[in-house]
């Protein structure tokens, strides 16, 4: 029998992601101190900020998040949602430079009930996808396969992000 072991989850499950130590949005305090490895911010924008997610669907999830907070789309202006756009285009380029999937998720979650983890400020995911990759157990055995430690995939990623 084999084990996965994935202890960092256990922040997730007990929701301790959601918010900033001090009760604030983690989204909002998150590039405070710029790129940063500590934090997982690979890219600071004018408007925007990538940061990889800290939870996972597999290696390579990133997010591209605006730097103001609001929970929609319509509470943001088009120069906002268009570097969005543009850095989820950049991040389509790196992870298939890096990763070489076979295709890509790529998704808003707006609201709770769509799913958003972090209601309250919008954010985009972007994840490689693998013919055949091992995601069905998040429904299966409720359990993902990250093959890779977040720092090495940081660290793998970074230099791409440096070059924009």
Request: hydrophobic share 35%; with cysteine.
């Amino acid at each position: 029998m084999e084990h996965l072991f994935a202890p960092w989850r256990m922040r997730y499950i007990r929701g301790e992601s959601r918010t900033a130590p001090g009760g604030g949005c983690l989204l909002c305090e998150i590039p405070e101190n710029g790129v940063s490895r500590d934090r997982l911010v690979l890219f600071c924008g004018i408007q925007c900020y990538v940061v990889m997610n800290a939870f996972p669907y597999t290696s390579g999830h990133l997010m591209v998040v605006p730097r103001a907070h609001g929970p929609s789309l319509s509470d943001y202006p088009l120069e906002t949602l268009c570097e969005m756009t543009g850095l989820l285009r950049e991040c389509e380029r790196i992870i298939g430079e890096t990763f070489h999937p076979g295709g890509y998720n790529v998704g808003i979650n707006v609201g709770q009930a769509a799913g958003a983890g972090i209601a309250g400020h919008l954010h985009a995911h972007i994840l490689p996808r693998w013919e055949g990759d091992t995601n069905f157990l998040t429904t299966v055995h409720e359990t993902r396969v990250v093959p890779e430690d977040l720092r090495e995939t940081y660290d793998r990623l970074l230099p791409f992000f440096r070059d924009l």
